[in-house]
């Protein structure tokens, strides 16, 4: 098997989640990636402290299948390293403002100066071209103005995920954007801009309630697990513990209420179809959290199993890590890292290919674990590098 991007060189300037997630997964494809961070360590790499020198979970995450490079690009020697890196490059990854990568001379037009067919991938918190657009944000911003917030939690307490999806997803549009700018290359020789945002991550992932809120002003608040437009689906406590069960269509409708001997329910008008059946949760719930406060979650999922309803068990994050099926999938990746007494779990690429070789090849790197061999590769010798260093440029 090839790794379809092997051959692409990647620049990633990115922080956080969404830069450093697209760099990523680029880096899972196949594309050499260097991450570039300043001298000191990007804040990013000490978020979730794990290792003695307090990497993060994050940064392991983040940055598997990356080459790490320190640099001070504000630095005339820094920009030098910057213009030579660029003239190598595929493509450059960055998640800052518009002023920030004019500062570093990563704006498109510094880019394409030095290599006319750059790709420059950016991602914002809220898009350019609107009168926030400077305002700075992270996930949960954009999960704010998304109106998610607003439908999550109890009526009167707004709640984000834990997980941050708009990140996540902001970075995987920006991979889908870059590797169509790749395409677009290939037939026309042209660079492009690819350009992503939180917020229109955010708001693309909640259209639907956007849309029914313009159509029908349904003005609705949280309801906490309980879906609003079908039933049951909800989180129920069980006798030692919790499960999700979510019932969307006729079919499973009916396998649910047979399972719970409530065939009556089926021509009950209050649950004619699933936003009927939404739109009187309340109801479904009450019976179905009776029925599974009976029963262990062991026995409530063999008999929802059983009758072919979706549910599944609430799990703690140590319970996943141990669940057999996670485990006998290979989702995640035990990694060793500088530091680390036990391997690290690490997601390994979630998507799989038949005939193209993908997933995770290599840890995370050391701050500045690669620096002096790709200033090599660049042209500097060993005491050019050297007096860099002694000058706080690398």
């Known amino acids: 098997m090839s790794a379809v991007l092997h051959g692409l060189r990647v620049l990633d300037f990115g922080r956080y989640i969404a830069g ?38 994050s940064h392991l995450q983040m940055n598997r299948n990356k080459l790490g490079i320190t640099l001070d690009p504000m630095s005339e020697e820094g920009r030098e390293i910057v213009r030579r890196l660029v003239a190598t490059a595929d493509i450059v990854v960055a998640n800052l403002p518009p002023q920030g990568l004019q500062a570093m001379g990563l704006d498109y037009d510094s880019l394409r100066a030095i290599r006319p067919d750059i790709i420059l991938t950016t991602v914002t918190a809220m898009g350019t071209g609107g009168p926030a657009s400077n305002r700075l944000g992270f996930d949960n911003i954009a999960q704010a103005l998304s109106g998610a917030m607003h439908l999550s939690g109890p009526p009167d307490r707004p709640t984000k995920t834990v997980t941050n999806y708009a990140d996540f997803g902001t970075a995987l549009f920006s991979v ?53 437009h079908a ?7 069980t006798r030692d513990g919790w499960v999700l069960v979510h019932c969307v269509g006729e079919p499973l409708f009916r396998r649910w209420c047979r399972l719970l001997g409530e065939e009556g329910l089926m021509d009950d008008p209050r649950f004619a179809d699933d936003q009927s059946r939404g739109d009187n949760s309340e109801a479904l719930s009450e019976r179905m959290a009776a029925w599974c406060a009976e029963r262990s979650t062991e026995e409530a999922l063999e008999a929802l199993d059983a009758a072919k309803i979706p549910a599944g ?12 099926h996670i485990q006998a999938m290979r989702f995640l990746r035990p990694l060793g890292y500088p530091g680390l007494e036990t391997p690290a779990p690490v997601t390994d690429t979630p998507v799989r290919f038949s005939s193209v070789e993908a997933g995770v090849r290599h840890r995370a790197p050391t701050l500045g674990e690669h620096t002096d061999f790709i200033l090599g590769e660049l042209g500097y010798s060993t005491n050019d590098i050297e007096g860099l260093r002694s000058q706080g440029v690398i």
């Not at 594309?31 to 020198?53: C, F, H, L, N």
């Not at 039933?231 to 406590?237: C, R």
């Open 313 to 324: 068990p609430v799990l703690t994050p140590q319970q996943a890590l141990e669940d057999a």
């Open 231 to 237: 039933g049951p689906a909800d989180t129920f406590a």
């Open 20 to 57: 450093p997630w697209c760099a990523a997964v680029l880096g899972d494809l196949g594309a050499e990636v260097i991450r570039v961070e300043k001298t000191s360590g990007s804040e990013d790499r000490y978020i979730m402290p794990v290792t003695p020198q307090r990497d993060g979970a």
């Open 176 to 228: 889908v954007g870059t590797l169509a700018a790749v395409m677009h290359r290939q037939h026309t020789g042209e660079g492009q801009h690819v350009e992503a945002s939180l917020l229109g991550t955010a708001l693309a992932f909640t259209n639907a309630n956007l849309i029914e809120q313009a159509m029908n002003q349904s003005n609705r608040v949280g309801t906490w697990n309980r879906s609003q």
